[in-house]
């Protein structure tokens, strides 16, 4: 085979090698602090439950107040615990949550518990990773949306989500820092 057909032929079949060796699964790891979810001193510290939303362009396109944060975490975790249709339309499969309760009692996928500080956690471990699957991870018009359910003296507090877009389509280890009011992409 001609060498100029054969580096054709490896170059077209590139984007098929990349989507069988599973490019869109991240990896996300949250990072926390000695205290988290903390409205006021210690004392307030609570579990930080955690919705990380793979929304493919049909998604954002549909709810594009959820990607450029108009939509904040009072209002999310509002509309997911009164099973609002609001959002219905979002697969469950793309909603994967760390939460308090058992899979199922939500329209979610449950990767595990919500997230402790760091001085609360028995295994002495400051991390906790999940792994997610995005449907249209080379689409840039899509995105990954972390809400944390943080809290305020009235209730959840009205931070805005994280978004990630596009997803990043060669380093697939997202980390996350979670303190005691936000979160924050590390670069």
């Not at 209730?155 to 997202?174: E, F, M, R, Y």
Request: proline letters at 5%; glycine letters at 6%.
């Amino acid at each position: 085979m001609d060498a100029r057909i054969r580096n054709h032929v490896l170059w077209a079949g590139l984007p098929l090698v990349l989507l069988l060796s599973g490019c869109g699964n991240y990896s996300i790891t949250f990072e926390v602090a000695d205290v988290i979810n903390a409205w006021g001193d210690d004392v307030t510290r609570e579990m930080l439950d955690i919705d990380v939303l793979c929304l493919s362009k049909s998604d954002t396109d549909e709810h594009p107040e959820i990607v450029n944060g108009t939509v904040r975490a009072n209002q999310w975790f509002k509309a997911r615990d009164e099973d609002d249709p609001q959002f219905s339309d979002i697969s469950v499969k793309r909603i994967y949550a760390l939460r308090r309760g058992e899979a199922g009692e939500k329209r979610d996928t449950l990767l595990g518990e919500a997230l402790l500080s760091a001085r609360d956690r028995e295994d002495g471990k400051r991390t906790t990773t999940i792994r997610v699957s995005h449907p249209q991870y080379t689409n840039g018009d899509s995105a990954i949306v972390i809400y944390g359910r943080f809290s305020s003296q009235t209730g959840i507090a009205k931070t805005p989500p994280l978004v990630i877009q596009p997803p990043p389509s060669w380093n697939t280890d997202i980390v996350i820092k979670v303190g005691r009011t936000s979160m924050n992409v590390v670069d």
